[in-house]
């Protein structure tokens, strides 16, 4: 298909409006017109599925394996073969975009939803919507915050009734719910702009207040901050702890594997997550119900007994939810699988200027810390090397992108990992994006499990 698309020489229009995000020049973003043929067919790929090339896509575009990836997981969940309905489908994401209130994905999917379907009334609120679909919402609610929360209690409550969901379209909500709010994460962290024909959308509209905001904030960023040639040297060192780490073999008991996870989660509560709260639109805000539940410190939890620590050797992606996303809702299992080890293993061997290096432990420590702030212990792993390799803007900026991502500053943004390139972050939060999916899978997932037994 792709070769054919080539040899009738279609292309891409180029868009007037606003470069893909606020956080990237524009000048470092890959230009739609990139002679890279793997990505060019890939954004062409994109355009034909969505009659846009969506922002969101353009920056993903640093990472065509990834993008192909994500592309056709994204286009089987909410185009292909599956058990829910399509208005459904486009409708569940407006809800899970809503509880981050990531009016960017919401309008995209109010435009698809109508499309394919849907009944405009819906659009006024969650006040005109089946009661299907309403019975969703409490579970949509706590895997945006408090994936923890999650019971087989919930999914019992969807099975029952008159007008019930069966397993399979359960599956099918779940991957969806978990999709957008990771991607909402992925939008905030990567600063996404409005596409042109949304609201603050073109070039042609003066710019507004919070745009003047955002460069003044981004002017004056560094204050405090690391310098450039700190920023080349923290690389340095990051370099030397990852070196450290692959030298000393240590081999800790698991006594000591446990307290060094638990010191992480602790060390968890200090962080400074992002300050600046959005006030939710009227447009937003009718897509939600209890605005004020929020993410809560795993480590705030409560009675340790009530909600245990989620130990992964004990229901883990590779053995138990792999194989239950297929058997409910085929291909689906696969198509994550790919995404996420597209996402955890991706690696060009660099870091900022540096070439031939090993990222593995640098990436296995993100990966980790998202899904120890989410309370899942990895046994194996050993949480002195999240210490060890992340420094504390990291570590905020993690947090933030992950569990607040609506307060997600270009600030926020400047700071954490200075001196490595733009398309490094985007990484970084690429593996936010599957890391935080993932999680709250392996919550709703063994939820389901424990349902069905």
């Known amino acids: 298909m792709r ?21 990237i020049p524009e000048n470092e973003i890959v230009p739609v017109d990139t002679d890279d043929e793997e990505t060019q067919m890939l954004f062409v790929d994109a355009f034909l599925q969505n009659n846009r090339l969506e922002h969101i896509v353009q920056v993903m575009g640093y990472h065509p394996k990834y993008l192909d990836s994500f592309l056709k997981t994204q286009q089987y969940i909410l185009r292909g073969d599956g058990p829910l309905p399509y208005d459904y489908r486009h409708y569940i994401a407006i809800m899970a975009s809503a509880r981050h209130q990531c009016s960017y994905l919401i309008n995209l999917h109010k435009t698809e ?7 405009e009334t819906w659009l006024k609120g969650l006040d005109h919507i089946p009661q299907k679909l309403r019975d969703l919402y409490e579970i949509i609610k706590i895997l945006a915050h408090r994936p923890w929360l999650i019971s087989k209690n919930h999914i019992e409550k969807l099975t029952r009734g008159n007008d019930n969901w069966s397993l399979a379209e359960v599956m099918h909500a779940l991957i969806i719910i978990a999709h957008f709010h990771a991607m909402c994460s992925f939008v905030y962290g990567c600063g996404i702009h409005p596409e042109i024909d949304e609201e603050n959308g073109h070039t042609f509209r003066p710019s507004s207040s919070s745009d ?31 070196k450290q780490l692959n ?20 060390q968890s509560l200090e962080l400074e997550a992002g300050k600046s709260q959005l006030s939710p639109k009227a447009s937003i805000l009718c897509y939600v119900e209890d605005p004020s ?20 050797q004990d229901f ?12 409910l809702y085929s291909d689906i299992g696969t198509l994550l699988d790919d995404k996420f080890n597209t996402a955890y293993n991706l ?3 660099t870091m900022g200027p540096n070439t031939d290096v090993d990222t593995s432990s640098f990436r ?20 002195g090397e999240v210490n060890h390799l992340l420094e504390r803007y990291l570590k905020s900026y993690v947090k933030t992108v992950t569990c607040y991502p609506e307060r997600v500053s270009k600030k926020d943004y400047d700071n954490f990992m200075r001196g490595f390139k733009h398309s490094e972050k985007v990484h970084v939060n690429l593996m936010l994006l599957e890391a935080k999916m993932q999680a709250e899978l392996l919550y709703s997932l063994r939820a389901l499990t424990r349902y069905m037994t």
Not at 3 to 23: A, D, H, T, Y
Not at 316 to 327: I, M, P, T
């Open 113 to 119: 939803f109508l499309l394919c379907g849907g009944e």
């Open 364 to 383: 296995r420590a993100i990966w980790n810390y998202i899904h120890c702030m989410y309370g899942i212990r990895h046994d194996d792993y050993n949480y």
């Open 212 to 242: 003047s905001e955002d460069n003044h904030s981004s002017s004056n960023s560094h204050s405090g901050s690391p310098t450039s040639t700190d920023a080349a040297a923290g690389i340095e060192a990051l370099m030397e702890r990852m």
């Open 293 to 312: 539940f929020g993410y809560e410190d795993f480590a705030m939890r409560g009675a340790v007994q009530e909600i245990p620590t989620f130990r992964a």
């Open 3 to 23: 070769q054919n698309m080539k040899e009738r020489g279609l292309k891409i229009p180029r868009r007037v409006g606003r470069g893909p995000s606020r956080f």
């Open 247 to 266: 030298e000393t073999g240590e081999e800790p008991t698991q006594e000591e594997m446990l307290a060094r996870f638990q010191k992480v989660e602790s």
């Open 316 to 327: 883990s992606w590779e053995d138990q939810g792999y194989s239950l996303a297929n058997r």
């Open 347 to 349: 690696t060009y061997f």
